[in-house]
């Protein structure tokens, strides 16, 4: 089990790791679109568009359905939740660490501008 959402979680961060493919999710959380659709923004082609929809599919990150001959994407987004718990984790730590250096900032001597 917990090497199952280790495997889920390391392909959604890889998925989001690319620009192309959070635009296409960008998009996607404005609601349902076709291929053609997602790959008019960007300067390449449809099946270089398509290797990044399967990135995505294969994350998890969308669902894929197909009318006829025109496939059409939608936002699937429990996979970017389980991200950002796993992120949030850490969020404590970092906190403390700012509330850290705060404080040793606010200690008269260990300011740039007094020395």
């Not at 390391?10 to 959070?22: E, G, M, V």
């Not at 270089?48 to 998890?60: F, I, M, T, Y």
Request: charged residues 30%; aromatic residues 6%.
């Amino acid at each position: 089990m917990v090497k199952h959402a280790e495997c889920r979680l390391d392909a959604t961060f890889a998925a989001l790791s690319d620009a192309t493919r959070r635009g296409i999710l960008a998009r996607l959380a404005e609601g349902e679109s076709s291929v053609s659709e997602l790959a008019a923004p960007y300067k390449m082609s449809l099946p270089a568009v398509s290797k990044h929809l399967r990135v995505l599919e294969g994350a998890g990150l969308i669902v894929r359905r197909k009318n006829g001959r025109v496939h059409h994407c939608r936002l699937a987004a429990q996979p970017m939740k389980n991200a950002s718990e796993w992120m949030a984790r850490y969020r404590q730590f970092w906190e403390k660490q700012f509330d850290s250096l705060a404080s040793y900032l606010e200690k008269p001597g260990n300011r740039e501008s007094e020395k």
